[in-house]
């Protein structure tokens, strides 16, 4: 399934959530789903009854998006979570906040997901000191990811390191000066900020 290119305003507006895909303008005003809290297209606001195959999807579907992946990096994700121990929910989540992308956006060294993929579809970060470019890459505790040196005179990362808001993730180790952070531990679901009741995702696929 090839990803998805169009406005993605219409991703928060179908799933009635805020997905922050858009960086800070999803803080301000300018919010499409401030505007319109309804679903896109002609049949947006029509009210329809939703069944509990319907509910376990659009779950399903709402972790997809925040987190930018396919179908067939979901079900990846979700057999590797099921054969880990613990609960299979937890594990799916520790799995997707253990991408590199996502480790990038949650350093604060890109204003999206969407940014962080690029950053690192264009090479600028090193991982354990090896140059990567691959944003599905799953990292573990004890990798150090930091921005090479060459990019880091550009003015993106010179204004990031300036701009920094100075938020902390309680499983990185955070370096904004050097544009570099460790991961010290697994992440929790607590540390995880996106509204989804992920057994129904497990219900899903367990059928």
Not at 23 to 39: I, V
Not at 115 to 120: D, F, P, S, T
Not at 170 to 187: C, F, H, M, Q, Y
Request: proline share 2%; glycine share 8%.
């Amino acid at each position: 399934m090839a990803r998805y290119t169009g406005p993605v305003c219409r991703l928060c507006r179908r799933e009635g959530t805020k997905l922050f895909l858009k960086g800070d303008r999803c803080y301000t005003d300018r919010c499409a789903l401030n505007k319109r809290n309804f679903a896109p297209g002609q049949h947006g606001q029509s009210r329809k009854k939703v069944t509990e195959y319907g509910v376990q999807l659009r779950e399903k579907q709402k972790v997809r998006r925040f987190y930018g992946i396919s179908e067939s990096q979901m079900s990846k994700y979700f057999l590797m979570a099921d054969k880990e121990k613990g609960i299979t929910g937890e594990n799916l989540f520790k799995i997707l906040e253990s991408r590199l992308d996502n480790v990038v956006y949650r350093m604060g060294l890109a204003a999206s997901r969407a940014e962080a993929r690029q950053l690192v579809t264009h090479g600028h970060f090193l991982l354990n000191g090896n140059k990567v470019n691959i944003p599905s890459l799953l990292t573990t505790v004890g990798d150090v990811i930091e921005v090479k040196e060459k990019s880091r005179g550009s003015e993106k990362f010179k204004a990031i390191a300036e701009n920094h808001n100075g938020n902390t993730v309680p499983w990185i180790n955070i370096d904004i000066e050097k544009l570099r952070g460790t991961i010290v531990a697994e992440s929790t679901r607590e540390d995880i900020d996106i509204p989804v009741e992920e057994h129904l995702i497990v219900e899903l696929y367990s059928k």
